[in-house]
């Protein structure tokens, strides 16, 4: 299923970004991605074993604030539409090192971080084609770069969870819940990829939340239904509160063609959105 990026209004995208709001992707999960988040500065944590320092004679940059030139002249030049979809690379044959290049001018570009997967998925190994670092790596990178970024952590959740480290994906999972606060497509969110991660019990925990936080995205819930595992609140609590919450949170973003952040085909996917 194709992406849907929802700027939030604190890191407002550009004109230009706006022609590209739906991406399709093999691997990605049905994820709607999670844009309404924090932008700030967070301090670089230690860098994993060989995943490199993320000084970069261009950069590096912030892909939820830096909507400019920089974005732009990256962009254009090495994450083209056809980097993006593996199809070819735009200063080499194949689309790796264009990727690579972007990961170190902007190490938290979601959606050069799906791409990142993507190849690495499709060839079936954790270091993907014409790449210097392995997936894991590119999310420390990331991660080490913005930890505040929750988006590149549920895209990261998504990849761990289909490489069988379901563990490692609730980590992070857990984290984005607990500091999601009154977001209700956040919440949303983490319900798909739990849902994805087949753990029911705390989809259905994040479908509530998002309920009650006048988020209505259906998506979830027919899926938990489909499941056998959808209850509706209780009557009290997150029920009452869920009914005279503001759908504001709801109508603010913009309806999922097929809804997803880089969702795709069933497997949990890197969400990913647009910070």
Known sequence: MPIDFNPSPACPASPARSRKARWS?????SLAATLALACGFVHAQPAAPGCGDLANSFGPHDYRTERGQPLYLVESAHFTPQVEALIRGATARRPGS????????????????????????AAKTPVPPEMR??????????????????????????????????????????????????????????????????????????????MALGFTRPDLRERLTAA?????????GV??????????????AEPAPPAGAPPADGSASGAAGRP
């Not at 992707?25 to 999960?29: C, E, K, P, R």
């Open 228 to 236: 056998g595992r959808w209850s509706e609140p209780a009557a009290s």
């Open 98 to 121: 264009d990727i690579d290049y972007t990961l170190r001018a902007f190490p938290n570009h979601h959606r050069a971080l799906l791409a990142m997967v993507k190849l690495a998925e």
């Open 25 to 29: 992707g093999a691997t990605a999960a």
């Open 239 to 252: 029920g009452v509160t869920a009914a005279s919450a503001p759908a504001s949170s709801a109508s603010s």
């Open 133 to 210: 670092y392995s997936v894991d790596c590119w999310f420390d990178r990331a991660i080490r770069f913005r930890a505040d970024d929750y988006t590149v952590r549920m895209i990261y959740a998504g990849y761990l969870g289909r490489q069988g480290r379901a563990d490692a994906a609730k980590q992070h999972l857990e984290l984005v819940a607990e500091r999601a606060g009154d977001n209700g497509f956040t919440h949303y969110n983490v319900g798909l990829v739990y849902f994805e991660l087949r753990d029911h019990e705390r989809a259905l925990r994040q479908a509530h939340r998002a």
